[in-house]
């Protein structure tokens, strides 16, 4: 009965006394998932869930904007004292 479900694209699983899901070798290598990669389990309905391979290779912390802000050095053309700063951004407040 069960023959019908499974095929190119689904295979059946057991989960063990420990709730661990062993994943079919052609699956694996279908979304090319290895050990140690982290997975999302996202219920879908009470029998049912959804699975994404997360993969952190891809994105690289270098390349996010908010990362650069915070750990690209800023050039300063002179310094201002922190009086000084305060006095300007006094200013600046009662101009507008």
Known sequence: MWDIFVGKYMSLCKVDEKHRIVVDKRIRR????KAGDIVILEPIDDHSFRVTVMDFAREKLEDDPAWKAVHTPVRVKRYISPEKLEEIMEEK???E
């Open 93 to 95: 407040v009662w101009r």
């Open 30 to 33: 279908r979304v090319n998932v």
